[in-house]
Every structure is written in structure tokens, then in C-alpha cells.
């Protein structure tokens, strides 16, 4: 019998999505999003979803009814598809499109999904995404056809929104005039202030790609002058070189090359003695003298009246000239202790900015304001005002904001404001790496920008970028303006990629541009006006411990407002909006009560412009019951149901470091038309619950989805959830009424991903190349963490990550130390392998009783591994 949740009235996304399917193609975007989503990189936005994941959910979303649906004719790329294999010979559809939409459920999730790389439009649709931030989830209703409205409290998300529409719209070769335009006004001036002496040709004329520069404070006991050095790495050795890194002398400052920066190095300029791998600053923050052996907080030197003072001490050069002479790339490109040259070319710069007071209106001169961010609380730890750091222009050298503001300014002089703005757009890009936040990868040889874990991080070492820019080098304005030119192209004529048989494929350029009927708003979604009845609301809301959005990019705003307050009157103000963000922010008074009854009122204001047919559906973090519970809170208070979640690999490393799991959990609602919900026992809703989450498992193991253990339970966790919204706040255990935080704990327990640390080994195993991020999958929403394996030897995880096999030496001890009763059927196969391998024979030094279920493990290892010797266990 047919659930009636799961009927076809019922939307494709509310009975099933094909994670395997969008979970792959996602892993391959979040690796490379400049190729699959252009449009989304032309300016930094934070914990932005990918585009393939938001394309996936608008066509399990939109696609409701076969008639409104049309699939435009292209021809197609890989296996070229078109519209041709849609129909038959005589131009009749062959495709029931409804049957697609019909089929779609846990079982057979992938029904739709041939239709995600076809030009597919769905009429009369209307999408609301009421916290946009960078425009994703718009873009992807925008290419199916749909008029779009969004809306977002924060000018710069809007505005970086409003351009990635607007790139349709603009002329290429406008753009195109205007940065000609501004090369031929200031580019010499700029390149020639970021230039130095070729160290191999002294006829040559080199391109500074980096300047390197450290931070220094005087030692308060003895005055001695200490550079704040971690160590005196510079960057890993290229080409010939690989085996070695580039060192600096403390003594002499000359570059050189050791093979071990961790043992004793001497310098081959004056013969020095050191260490390269320890510097002056150690951990917590402290420096010390190696004149008297002092150790002091640099924060505490700093506040008794010490300023930073700043030394160039190496400089990464590409010398153009040799390139073009065909010389070696370690001729052309490599490292170079600055000269006097370079010095006097900062000191030219830094006295035209202090001699040129018109430049100073094209640089934010405001205060830095307090917040949870710029000073030290529970959600950063870096407190940038005790470093000396006051207003935003202390976080850029004196060349940095001569060059700013010079391109600025030229920028400013062009008459299309429009394409102005896009010229904007890519200088406000650039921003993330022309700063003293930005560091020296020395393992990567190239510069990370500020921001990199949502906040600002005070260096005791920084890099100068080129900010015009060179052939070589990152985040230069002529790099983000390609970036934006690459992303307009997209817009004109946009593709889709998708993976068939393992195999990336690129479809030709669809026929809609990436356009289409757009509002975007400026503004608090609980107070802007929002007219009509939306069909569907697809978006990303905020969640527990959010990036506080107003405090990162206030560091963006505070330039982009230089050109833009005449214009918007969002940028207006000094900083962006604050106190009517949805967030929990310590300065702001905003506790997590605060921040659930806000998502409340939210979730309100969505219902009141959603009709009652239409859907929710978005994007949420996984967490435990208090996190899933106020979010059940919000949504069933204000009037939603919860129908389905699925988990999807995100693109979310930014958020959580490289060690959590990869995770987004898509959770799809649908408006309660009757307010009133039936009461019912926690006996007899655990009992509906467990129907629903059994059902579900079956389906999806009769699937040809290959789910974690942990995914299946987050979607059963979904079927619990859905019982529970059908009675919330009406379910009644021993005369008291249940809170959702307690349902869904009960709901985690009965749904826990009841799992082995082995049967995660065999789960590797069958991956062709396993990673870390595979493991953090499988072990993700179950009892069992990475440590666990590691723990037992069946996994080494340290520069590499590798399977362990029974012969690791790790696993071999975990062996040896575990006794008989504690040993698992796969501890047994290890040690009858290693004694088969070690004397030749079997069973001697443990008695095993030989069951079936070893018999069959040590086949199956066989087959995993082409080990052979798995197959002699048990056999004479």
C-alpha cells in the first residue's frame, strides 16, 4: 500500500533524489568551480552551495507537471544527445515525462536525472530564495525557466548577486573596451612599482610576483631587534630543486637551499649555523630573543607602546624576458633576496601615497568596528586590535594602498556605470589577496588571501601580491578580471557538465541565457515586500554557528561603497547591517534562544508568501538533537511539515576544516494547510516512525544508490521526522507533552548508524581509490569515527592516507596486543594471514574454530584485494 506522503501528488523531491549520482558530480565541482560554475566564482562568497547541487534540487523541485515542461533542442557533447533521442521517427515524444515525475522514489531515485544535462524549461514557475547570499540557488531556478526573486540583508551579497545576473545582459566588448581603458591609464605605472632586477640576465627587468615581508618587535629586556619569524622556511624547492627548500640566513638575509630545514643547515653565503625550522615565535603567541633567551607575548609587547616595524626579506620573481628567450622555467621564474632596488621602489610608492591627498577618497578610512570576529571571542580567537590594527586601511602596506587606490580611481573615471560596476566587482575581488592578512603558502609556492577560515588572522609574516599582475601569481586584477570576463562568456552562453559512465562530458551552449525574469532585494526578508505566492522556496538559511556574514565582508564593503553610495542606498552606512542579521553573535547579544526564535520568525514569513501547494526546500548542516530540534521548532511552529532529507558531499571545507566531514543535508517541507495536528502517544509514534524508516531502508537498499550506513540513517532520520511534524507539539509520553529535542533523540538512537570499524575497512576496500574524504563518508552519522580505525591499524593517516593491509605494522601490533575474546572475524582473517605469511602454516598459534562466516570473509578479502593468500586459509 502506497504511503500517501509518498503519492504523486507528492513533489519527485519529497519521495526520492539520487545522492550518489549528485554527491559525485558535486565532488568533482567543488574541485574545480571556476569550470563548472563561472558565474559563482567572480566574487568571494562565504559557504556558497554548488551549483550542481542547487541544478539537481530545482529539477526534483520544479518538475511537477509533464505539461508545463519542455526540453530545448541542442546538440550535446560525450555521447551527443539532443532532442532527437526524445523522439521518434516521426517527431512525436517519445519521453513521457510525466511517467519520470511519476516513478520517482527511494527505490528508483534516478528516474529524472537523465533530464539534468538537457536544456529543460518549466513554465509559469515562481522561486523565492529569501537569504541568497551569492545567488546560486537563483541562477539554477533561473535556468530552468522560472522567474526568480531573492532577497538578502547584506548589500554586498546583493550586489555580487545583481552583476552575476546582469553578466547576460552586458556587451563583452564593452567590458572588453573599458579594462583597455584602464590599462592604458595605469598599468605601466603599477607593473613598473612591482618590478626587480633579473638575478640571471642584469639587462632584464623582472616582475615581482610576491614580496615577502616579516613583521618585526624589539626584545624588552635587552632592545635587541627580532624578526617574527616561525621559521626560516621560504618556500619548498621547484623543478630540479623539489627535493630541497628555499631557506633564508638570519644572519646575512641570503636565500640558499638545504634538503632538511628540521637538522642543522649552513649558510652558503657566510657560513651561519641554524636550524631553518625554528624561528623566534613559538606557540601561544610568544617570541624570543636570541640575544638574552627571552620569551614574551607579542600581544603584550604591543600593548606597553610597540608598533610593528616591517622588513622585505625575499622576493618570488618571473622574468618575462627569459621566458621569451626560451630559457628554463628555474631560470624564469624563482626566489631572490631584495636589493636596494626594491627598497627604494616601496619607499616611491609609499611617498607618492603620503603626497597624494586625492587618492585618499579611493580607500576606506574608517575605524574597524568591534565584533566576534576582528576581536577575540568564541568564535574567533584572533583579537586583530590588540596587534595594533585600528582602521582598515592598517591592513594594507603603503604600496598596496597607493596601487589600490590609483586602479580605484581609474575605475571610477569610466562613464557605463554598468560595466563600471563590473570592473568593481573584479578589483573587490582582489581585495582577498592584496592585504597584510594574505600569507605565503612555502608548501604551495603561491599566496592564500585573508579570510580563509571566515576570519581575520594577524600575520607575523605576510606576502605582497603584484596587483596589477604578471604571467605568474594569483588573485591580481588582471587574474579576477579574467575570472569575471570568463564568467560573462558562461552567462552568454552557458553548459552543463555531467558524468555518464564515471566519464566527464560538457554539453554544447544552451539556447537560454542565464537571465531570464529576476527581482532582487536589498533588505530583511521579514520586512521587505513580497507581493505574490511563490511556488517553490529553494535557499540556504542560516544555521547554527553561521559565518557572521556583516563582519567578513564589511572588508569588501568598505570599498566597494566608495564607488556605490551615490547610486544604492544600501551602501550608504559606514558598515553593513548588523542587528537584524540571523545569527548567533556574542556582539551583537545574540545567544543561540535568540537565534532559534528569529529562524522562527523567518520560517513564518515563508509560509505567508508560499502558496499552499508549493514546496521548501534547503540546504542545512547536520548536527545533534538540540540543532535538529530547533530546527523542527522553527519550521512546525510555523505552520511546515518536514517530508524528506537527504545528505549530499558539500562543498563546506571552509567552514569546517579539513578533518569534519564534507556534508550538506537537503530537507524538503511542505505547508500544513490546517493548523490543527492530532494528538498522538510517543508509544504509537515511535511505531509509525519505525514503519516509515523500515520502508525507507528497504527502498533504498533495493536501490542501485550506494549510501553510506550513515546516509541511510540521516534519510530514515527524514521519515521519522516527517511522522513527528504530523503531530508536533501533540505527542505525549507518561502524561507530559514531548519537545522536538527529545523526539529527536529518541528518532537518532532508533535510526544510529549501528556500524563496525571492519565493515567500514571492507567498505574501502571496494572504493578503486580510497581517500580520507571516503573514510570521513563512511564513517559520517554512525558510532564510528576515523580514530577508531586507525586505532586497530586498518588505516595509516598521515601525510598520505592509505588502507592498511594485514601485513601493516600498526595492525600487526594492534594484533599482537588484542586478546582472543575481543578479536572480530576480520581480526582472525589478519592473524591467520600474517601467521600463513610468517611460517608457512596455519593455526598454529591460535585455535580458531573455522565458520562459515570466516570462510566467506576470507573469500571476500580475496576478491577486494587480489590477494591470494586469503584464499589457502581454509583450505588443506
Not at 649555523?273 to 601561544?284: D, K, L
Not at 607579542?298 to 621566458?323: K, M, N, P, R
Not at 585618499?360 to 586590535?385: C, H
Not at 549530499?648 to 537537503?666: M, Q, R, W, Y
Request: net charge negative; with cysteine; hydrophobic share 30%.
Amino acid at each position: 500500500m502506497t504511503d500517501p506522503a509518498e503519492g504523486p501528488d507528492r513533489r519527485p523531491i519529497e519521495r526520492g533524489f539520487p545522492i550518489s549520482e549528485v554527491s559525485a558530480l558535486a565532488e568533482r565541482e567543488g574541485r574545480a568551480k571556476l569550470h563548472y560554475r563561472p558565474l559563482t566564482t567572480m566574487h568571494k562568497w562565504w559557504a556558497r552551495q554548488l551549483g550542481s547541487v542547487f541544478r539537481a534540487i530545482c529539477l526534483y523541485t520544479l518538475l511537477d507537471d509533464p505539461n508545463r515542461v519542455n526540453i530545448r533542442d541542442y546538440p550535446g557533447a560525450g555521447n551527443d544527445a539532443s532532442l532527437s533521442e526524445f523522439t521518434d521517427d516521426n517527431g512525436d515524444n517519445e519521453l513521457d515525462i510525466g511517467a519520470l515525475i511519476d516513478n520517482v522514489d527511494l527505490e528508483t531515485p534516478g528516474e529524472l536525472w537523465e533530464l539534468y544535462p538537457q536544456d529543460v524549461q518549466v513554465a509559469d514557475s515562481t522561486v523565492l530564495d529569501p537569504f541568497m547570499g551569492g545567488g546560486t540557488s537563483l541562477l539554477e531556478a533561473g535556468r530552468f525557466g522560472a522567474s526568480v526573486t531573492g532577497v538578502d540583508l547584506n548589500p554586498v551579497a546583493w550586489f555580487v548577486t545583481k552583476k552575476e545576473f546582469e553578466a547576460s545582459e552586458i556587451d563583452p566588448e564593452d567590458l572588453a573596451d573599458a579594462f583597455e581603458q584602464v590599462e592604458a591609464d595605469v598599468s605601466d605605472e603599477l607593473t613598473e612599482l612591482y618590478q626587480t632586477d633579473c638575478p640571471h640576465d642584469s639587462s632584464h627587468v623582472a616582475d615581482v610576483v610576491y614580496a615577502l615581508w616579516v613583521r618585526s618587535l624589539d626584545c624588552v629586556s635587552c632592545d635587541e631587534t627580532i624578526p617574527l619569524f616561525k621559521d626560516y622556511r621560504v618556500a619548498k624547492g621547484r623543478y630540479a630543486d623539489s627535493d630541497h627548500d628555499h631557506v633564508l640566513c638570519p644572519d646575512c638575509g641570503e636565500l640558499f637551499l638545504t634538503n632538511d630545514i628540521s637538522t642543522e643547515s649552513v649558510c652558503s653565503e657566510c657560513g651561519n649555523e641554524f636550524i631553518p625550522a625554528n624561528g623566534p615565535v613559538s606557540q601561544g603567541g610568544m617570541y624570543g630573543c636570541p640575544s638574552c633567551g627571552l620569551k614574551y607575548p607579542i600581544v603584550d609587547a604591543i600593548a606597553e607602546g610597540q608598533s610593528y616595524e616591517e622588513e622585505l626579506y625575499a622576493i618570488e620573481y618571473y622574468c618575462t624576458d627569459c621566458e621569451d628567450e626560451g630559457e628554463e622555467r628555474s631560470t624564469y621564474k624563482g626566489y631572490t633576496s631584495p636589493s636596494p632596488g626594491d627598497v627604494k621602489r616601496y619607499e616611491d610608492a609609499a611617498k607618492r601615497w603620503a603626497e597624494n591627498d586625492d587618492l585618499s577618497k579611493y580607500t576606506p578610512d574608517g575605524e574597524i568596528p568591534d565584533g566576534s570576529i576582528t576581536a577575540a571571542s568564541s568564535i574567533s580567537g584572533n583579537d586583530i586590535f590588540q596587534h595594533g590594527y585600528e582602521t582598515w586601511r592598517d591592513m594594507f602596506n603603503d604600496r598596496q594602498l597607493y596601487c589600490l587606490a590609483t586602479l580605484l580611481r581609474s575605475i571610477d573615471n569610466i562613464d557605463d556605470s554598468d560595466v563600471k560596476e563590473f570592473l568593481l566587482l573584479a578589483f573587490s575581488d582582489s581585495l582577498l589577496f592584496q592585504n597584510n592578512f594574505a600569507r605565503y603558502n612555502s608548501a604551495g609556492s603561491k599566496i592564500e588571501g585573508a579570510l580563509g577560515r571566515n576570519s581575520y588572522t594577524p600575520r607575523t609574516s605576510y606576502a605582497e601580491n603584484n596587483v596589477w599582475g604578471t604571467r605568474a601569481g594569483r588573485g591580481t586584477f588582471t587574474t579576477t578580471w579574467q575570472k569575471l570576463r570568463d564568467a560573462v562568456d558562461f552567462a552568454h552562453e552557458p553548459t552543463e557538465r555531467y558524468l555518464e559512465n564515471e566519464e566527464l562530458h560538457e554539453t554544447e551552449s544552451f539556447e537560454e541565457l542565464i537571465s531570464g525574469e529576476y527581482t532582487l532585494l536589498q533588505g530583511d526578508m521579514r520586512d521587505v515586500s513580497l507581493e505574490e505566492e511563490y511556488d517553490a522556496v529553494i535557499t540556504d538559511p542560516p544555521y547554527y554557528d553561521n559565518v557572521v556574514y556583516s563582519e567578513v565582508s564589511d572588508f569588501f564593503y568598505v570599498w566597494q561603497r566608495l564607488l556605490l553610495s551615490d547610486s544604492y542606498d544600501c551602501f550608504e552606512p559606514e558598515t553593513t547591517p548588523r542587528s537584524d542579521s540571523i545569527v548567533s553573535n556574542p556582539a551583537t547579544g545574540k545567544d543561540g534562544g535568540t537565534f532559534e526564535d528569529e529562524l522562527r520568525t523567518a520560517f513564518g514569513r515563508i509560509r505567508e508568501v508560499l502558496a499552499d501547494d508549493g514546496i521548501l526546500v534547503f540546504t542545512y548542516r547536520n548536527g545533534d538533537a538540540d540543532t535538529w530540534g530547533g530546527l523542527v521548532d522553527a519550521l512546525c511552529s510555523s505552520q511546515f511539515e518536514l517530508t524528506a532529507m537527504y545528505p549530499i558531499a558539500a562543498n563546506a571545507s571552509e567552514l569546517f576544516g579539513d578533518n569534519k566531514p564534507n556534508v550538506t543535508v537537503i530537507v524538503v517541507a511542505r505547508p500544513v494547510t490546517s493548523p490543527q495536528r492530532e494528538p498522538i502517544s510517543w508509544s504509537a509514534l515511535r511505531r509509525k516512525a519505525h514503519r516509515s524508516a523500515k520502508r525507507a531502508r528497504e527502498q533504498i537498499e533495493e536501490s542501485d544508490q550506494s549510501p553510506s550506513e550513515g546516509e541511510i540513517s540521516l534519510m530514515e532520520l527524514g521519515r521519522c521526522l516527517r511522522e513527528y511534524s504530523q503531530h508536533y507539539a501533540q505527542v505525549h509520553r507518561r502524561g507530559e507533552t514531548m519537545g522536538s529535542v527529545e523526539v529527536v533523540a529518541e528518532f537518532q538512537n532508533l535510526v544510529s548508524g549501528e556500524i563496525t570499524p571492519d565493515e567500514i575497512y571492507l567498505s574501502l576496500l571496494e572504493i578503486e581509490t580510497p581517500s580520507r574524504r571516503d573514510l570521513q563518508r563512511l564513517c559520517y552519522s554512525t558510532n564510528v569515527s576515523p580514530d577508531d580505525l586507525q586505532r586497530k591499524g586498518l588505516i595509516t593517516d598521515g601525510d598520505t592516507f592509505d588502507v592498511a593491509t594485514w601485513g601493516g605494522e600498526s595492525r600487526k601490533e594492534y594484533l599482537a596486543s588484542t586478546p582472543d575474546p575481543d578479536l572480530t572475524p576480520l581480526d582472525k582473517i589478519h592473524l591467520l594471514r600474517q601467521e600463513s605469511e610468517t611460517t608457512g602454516e596455519l593455526r598454529d598459534q591460535r585455535e580458531m574454530d573455522t565458520t562459515d562466516e570466516l570462510v566467506e570473509l576470507a573469500a571476500e578479502l580475496a576478491r577486494l584485494t587480489n590477494d591470494d593468500g586469503y584464499r589457502g586459509l581454509f583450505h588443506e
